[in-house]
C-alpha cells in the first residue's frame, strides 16, 4: 500500500534571508575571481551583445552575430551598466545577484516538496556543485534560465498558475532553450490521466489542469523571434549558427552520442557520481522511522514532474546544440540534487555526514580537473586560463606593441577590443581556427608567414594527462567527426610549421599559452633600428 502524499509545511528563515545569505556567501567565496577579464562565450558573444544595447538601445547585436539568443539577460547587463559601472567587477556582481536568485529558487522548490532540511542541504550542495559555481559569476545565459525556471517549478507545484506562466516566460526569455520546461509539463499534464490509471500513485501530484497558461509561456518568445526575423531576416540567428545548432546534429548517432553525454552530465560529471552512487546504495535501503512511520519522501507525482522536465531537458540538448557544454542543464540539475537529497534523509541516518563528503568532492572538483576532457568554464580552470591570457596579452603589448599577431578564437577578440580586459590598446590579428596541423599549414614559413609578425597560441581544448577515455576504441575519431574535437600542436612543433621560435611559454594545471616569434620578423625588428639611427 502506498504512502498518503503530505504537502510539507514551509518552515524556516524567510526567502529574503535566504536570497542575502546566498549572494553573500557567494560573493565572498568569488571575491579572487570578480575583477577577472571575460572569458570565452562572455568574450566572444554575451558581453559585446550587451554592450551593444548599452550603446544603441537596440537589442540587435552589431559587433557581433545575432544569433537570435532572446534579450533578457543582455538588457539586464545593459541596465545595471548604466546605472554602476562598465567593469568586470560590477558584471560578475550583477551575475552573483542571478545566482542567488536561482540558490533562492532551489531552497523554495526543496523545501515546498520536501523539508527545511533538505531544503538547505540541497541548496549548499546546488551552489558548491563545480558547474552552478563557476557559471555564477559568468556572463552566460544559462544561470538566468535556471533561476526563472527552478522559481517557476516551486510555484507549479503549489498549483499557482499564473506566476508559473510568467516565471516559465521569463526563463525563455533568458534562454530560448528554456521553453522546454512549461512544454514538459504540458505533455506530462496530457499524459498523467493515462499514467494515473496504470500506477495509482502517479495521479497525486502537482497536475493543475494550467496547459492553457502552459502554452502561454512560448508568447514572449515567440513575438522575440517574430521581432528578430523582421529585423535580421533571420528567425533563429544567422545561418551559421543554425547549421551548427541544428542542422549539422541531426544525425542518428549522434543523437545517440549526444544523450549518452548529457546522462552523464546529469549523473556523474565533475563529482556528481558521489551523489548519485551514494544515493543508488541508499536506496536499497528502508526507510527510516519517525514517531513510528516511515519518512516522508516527496510524493510521486511531484517526482514525475521533476522527472518529465529533466528528460525533456535531457533529449532536447541531445538533439540541439553542437556544444555540448554542462552549463546547457544547469536548469535541472538542482532537481537531481534535490531527489538524491531528499532520498539521503529518508534512508539513511547519518545522511547529513554524506552531504558533507558529497561537498568536499564538489569543492574538489572546483580546484581539481578531472582525467577526462572538459570545458574550462565548468571549474576554476577558466580561472588559469584567463590568467595565462592576460599575462600573454601584457607581454605583447611590452615587447610586439604594433605586430600583427596570428592566434585563434576568442584570443582575436581578447587582442582587438580592449573593454574585455586583456589589453589596453587593439592589436592587428590574422585568424586562424584552432592550433591542429591543418589550419596552421596554410600559414607555414613555407607558403606564407608574410601577414603576421607574431603567433600567440593557447590550448583550445584541455588534454588531460592521462586521459581515461583513450581507453575506449574510436574515442578520439567519433569526436573529431561528430563534436568538433582536435588536438592542438604543441608550441614547439607549432614553431617549426610556422618558422619561428617559441620566446615564452607558461602553463598552469593543463592550461598553456606560448608566444612564437617568426624568424623573419625577428630579423625585420633587430634592422630597423639600424636604419632608422643613421637616418637612411
Not at 31 to 46: C, K, Q, S
Not at 56 to 78: E, K, M, R
Not at 96 to 115: D, E, I, M, W
Not at 357 to 380: K, R, T
Request: aromatic share 12%; charged share 15%; with cysteine.
Amino acid at each position: 500500500m502506498s504512502e498518503l502524499p503530505q504537502k510539507p509545511t514551509p518552515a524556516g528563515p524567510s526567502l529574503g534571508a535566504v536570497f542575502a545569505l546566498s549572494f553573500t556567501l557567494m560573493f565572498a567565496l568569488h571575491a579572487p575571481l570578480l575583477r577577472l577579464p571575460y572569458f570565452w562565450d562572455e568574450a566572444g558573444h554575451f558581453v559585446p551583445a550587451a554592450r551593444d544595447l548599452l550603446l544603441s538601445g537596440d537589442p540587435i547585436p552589431t559587433s557581433t552575430l545575432s544569433n537570435a539568443h532572446p534579450p533578457l539577460v543582455t538588457a539586464f547587463l545593459a541596465l545595471w551598466w548604466k546605472l554602476g559601472a562598465f567593469t568586470p567587477l560590477s558584471t560578475r556582481t550583477a551575475m552573483l545577484l542571478v545566482a542567488a536568485l536561482a540558490l533562492t529558487g532551489v531552497f523554495r522548490l526543496a523545501r515546498q516538496v520536501s523539508n527545511l532540511e533538505v531544503a538547505a542541504a540541497t541548496t549548499l550542495v546546488t551552489g558548491l556543485y563545480p558547474v552552478f559555481f563557476a557559471q555564477s559569476s559568468m556572463v552566460h545565459l544559462d544561470m538566468a534560465a535556471a533561476a526563472f525556471t527552478l522559481w517557476g517549478l516551486s510555484f507549479y507545484v503549489e498549483g499557482r498558475r499564473w506566476p508559473a506562466a510568467a516565471l516559465f516566460s521569463l526563463a525563455a526569455l533568458a534562454k530560448e532553450t528554456a521553453i522546454v520546461a512549461p512544454f514538459a509539463l504540458l505533455l506530462w499534464e496530457l499524459a498523467q490521466p493515462m499514467v494515473a490509471r496504470r500506477w495509482a500513485a502517479l495521479g497525486a501530484g502537482p497536475a493543475r489542469r494550467s496547459t492553457s497558461l502552459l502554452w502561454l509561456a512560448a508568447l514572449p518568445l515567440g513575438l522575440w523571434y517574430a521581432y528578430h526575423a523582421h529585423r535580421t531576416g533571420y528567425v533563429f540567428g544567422n545561418p551559421e549558427f543554425v547549421r551548427y545548432n541544428l542542422s549539422a546534429t541531426l544525425d542518428p548517432l549522434r543523437i545517440l552520442l549526444a544523450g549518452l553525454r548529457r546522462v552523464w552530465h546529469l549523473t556523474g560529471y565533475m563529482n556528481l557520481w558521489l551523489l548519485t552512487g551514494v544515493t543508488l546504495f541508499a536506496m536499497r535501503r528502508p526507510a527510516l522511522q519517525d514517531g513510528g512511520r516511515p519518512r516522508l519522501r516527496i510524493d510521486l507525482g511531484t517526482q514525475a514532474v521533476f522527472a518529465a522536465v529533466i528528460l525533456a531537458y535531457a533529449a532536447m540538448l541531445s538533439v540541439l546544440g553542437g556544444a555540448l557544454l554542462a552549463r546547457y542543464l544547469l536548469p535541472v540539475v538542482p532537481l537531481v540534487i534535490l531527489l538524491c537529497a531528499s532520498t539521503l534523509r529518508r534512508r539513511l541516518r547519518h545522511w547529513l555526514w554524506v552531504v558533507s563528503l558529497v561537498s568536499a568532492g564538489f569543492v574538489a572538483g572546483l580546484l581539481l580537473n578531472p582525467p577526462y576532457p572538459f570545458a574550462p568554464e565548468d571549474n576554476l580552470a577558466y580561472r588559469d586560463y584567463v590568467t595565462l591570457h592576460k599575462r600573454a596579452a601584457e607581454l605583447l603589448a611590452a615587447q610586439y606593441p604594433h605586430a600583427r599577431v596570428l592566434t585563434a578564437w576568442p584570443a582575436t577578440d581578447e587582442l582587438t577590443k580592449p573593454y574585455l580586459g586583456y589589453t589596453r590598446e587593439p592589436f592587428a590579428v590574422v585568424a586562424v581556427e584552432n592550433f591542429s596541423a591543418a589550419p596552421l599549414a596554410p600559414f607555414s614559413a613555407a607558403r606564407d608567414s608574410s601577414r603576421y609578425d607574431v603567433a600567440l597560441l593557447f590550448s583550445t581544448k584541455y588534454q588531460p594527462p592521462r586521459n581515461l577515455f583513450d581507453l575506449v576504441p574510436f574515442w578520439e575519431q567519433v569526436q573529431e567527426h561528430y563534436f568538433d574535437y582536435h588536438r592542438d600542436l604543441s608550441a614547439a612543433d607549432a614553431a617549426r610549421i610556422l618558422g619561428g621560435r617559441v620566446v615564452w611559454r607558461e602553463q598552469r594545471q593543463g592550461e598553456w599559452v606560448a608566444v612564437i616569434e617568426v624568424e623573419r620578423a625577428l630579423n625585420a625588428m633587430t634592422v630597423s633600428p639600424r636604419i632608422n639611427a643613421d637616418g637612411r
